[in-house]
């Protein structure tokens, strides 16, 4: 079943939807109150540049960009234990 | 008779695929309307796992299944549909891990103020 034709015209406007979501997690990213602000924001926008880069390799129908969402969404979780291993660390004092 | 049962099933899951898509968009952008609007770090985090679960595990389930039926991808559409759907899972497994971590070294070391609080049983317990 060739499903170019349908894809060509929807990822478009869901990568719109997409974008207008990163951009609002730019704004906690950037104007977060304290630091797990931040680091919250910069998790669920990874795992949303995750979707991202599987719709843009289905928009150009290749196969071997879906491979950048598994790094980045590894990624994200290791960013996430090291920050608060990284506290924790500094309230045991050891 | 059996190539157009065939042709019918693809479309079906063709159509769940594209469902779950949309659905993890409008998630998406429920979640990022949250993190934006709500009080504290403690609230902000259910935001996050919609973000997380509903943003981006569901669509990549769709991904999944518009790949696997998607024939001008070639003979790797297999290895594209594998890919998507295993990262579905290790986000599943590793995201609530992640938000619960940061919110333990969050209340243990007072990095954010609990502003909105009814009751606080983890800060009693360690006085």
Redesign the interface.
Known sequence: ????WF?SL?IPV?TC??I???T??M??ILRG?????M???I??MS??L??FI??V??YY????L??G??MI??W??M???Y???Y??K??LGD | MIRMLGEIIQQIVFGIGVCLVTIGAVFDLLAALGLVRFPCFYVRMHAATIGVIGGAVVPLIGVSLISLVSDQLGPYRFMFAGISFFTALLIMITAPVGTHILANAAHKLDLSPKEPIIVDKMGEDKR
């Open positions: 079943m060739n499903t170019s894809l929807y869901i939807v997409f207008a979501a990163i609002l997690y704004y906690r109150p304290t630091i797990p602000d680091v919250l924001g998790d669920c795992y949303d995750a979707v599987a719709l390799s289905l129908d290749t196969s071997f879906i491979i969402s598994l969404s590894l994200a979780f960013f996430d234990v920050i608060s291993k506290y924790l500094k309230e």
